[in-house]
């Protein structure tokens, strides 16, 4: 094979080979490129290289005899489905999704030209708009392509706008969403929604806000479409194309609002703090999470309100103060994870005096890890043995913070009024992005007419 004119090899690990063919598909090569493959432990450091040495010849051999026996990518087609009734043919439709790999294993709307077109009418970018390319496989998203991920997953036109901005965000390359997306770990994107958007198509920022939740289906919906789209665009299958070994919210991912009336006088909204977004500003922020834990921070007994929140804070700090290796993919431009507090939460400690960043700082400080415990860990190795973003003068800290500084920490107020509970979502997250929220004319037209819809349904 020749990339410029320079026969190219690749050296893959064995179960690795889908990521690698996904890879050289996204910069245009041919999937099937020559490669060799060896056993993981060839790859960690001061490895025995004999075994590769060794089998040179074939080596020699893919270099000077190599031709590809798979066609490029396809163009977009229509695909017809027919049956006895509308339901045999849904049925003979979301068969016929699974055995593409287009299905998520739910059962999936047809993205007919009439629906696709329907849900266009959310943003005022052509359809034929370029996004840019979904790593790693390197299917082109354009904005049909985000209205056809968003009809399958059941959306509606007003929900368009919150998916185009978030994919936009995915694509940053900072956020090297490329790995991310084939790593053997389990991060999902977090969508975090800002601005008047959010509860003018329905976003929850309230009880159940994850889901499911049948009176706020925005976040579900726009979240399994951009799921929809790291698979069927960037070849995220399980087991070849992303080596997530437990996957991890992987239908919906994660995408819900700020409690902005629920904020107490003086906090900011975690867009703001983050990225700089002016109040009203419809926009997301999103960033990568390998896990989420729920943390029972009320206390047992009556209490002073001050011993009850310093309580609670060193409660999370606790659950947060572990060598994890995910941490230090984040721990200089990331974030070790965000926090999710109800406003009740939020209220109490306001009253006490605890500004947004008084928490933070309180979570960096009773976060850190004792230096004896990383070593017990074998965290320090990898700090030493992979590129990652902790700095070599941060690597001998005791105790070791889990991120560079404070303000990494994301904080945000949302979650039901209740004061039992706090969320980590813990990051995966070199970067945070954020993306203004783009809107069409007719933007306003379109919540009436959601408003219609649910309003006749209700009625029915």
Known sequence: ME???????????????GVVNNAVSGIGLAPDIAMVTFPTETFLPDADLAPVHARRQEFYAALTHWSSTKLRARNGRMLGVEGATYEAALDRFNERMLADLCGDGLPLLPPTAERVNWILRGSPLPRAHVLGKFPPRGGIATVEAC????????????YLPVLIAAV??????AATGELLQATSGNPFPVVIVSGPIAKQIGLSSGFGMLGPDSRHPAGARIGRALRLMQQNLGGAQPGTGTMAVFGYMRFTNAVFAEDEDGLPAGWNLHTRERHAFKPGTNCVSLMFANGAENIFRLSAKKESKEEEVVQGLHRI??????????????????TPGVLVIPSVVAADLAALGWTKSKVKEFLWTHSQIPHADLQAAGAIAWMDNIEIEVPAESRQLD??????????????VAGGAHPSHALWLQGYSPRVIGREITLPDAFEQ?????GQSRASNMEA
């Open 3 to 17: 990339t410029l004119g320079i026969p190219t090899v690749v050296l893959t690990r064995r179960e690795f080979v």
């Open 147 to 158: 209205a056809i991920a968003l009809a399958m997953a059941g959306g509606r036109p007003e």
């Open 168 to 173: 936009d965000a995915f694509f940053e390359p």
């Open 317 to 334: 700090a606790q659950t947060l103060r572990v060598p994890n290796i995910h941490y230090m993919y984040g721990y200089t431009h990331g």
């Open 399 to 412: 105790p070791w913070p889990i991120a560079l500084k404070p303000e990494n920490f994301g904080l945000v």
């Open 446 to 450: 379109l919540i009436a007419e959601a």
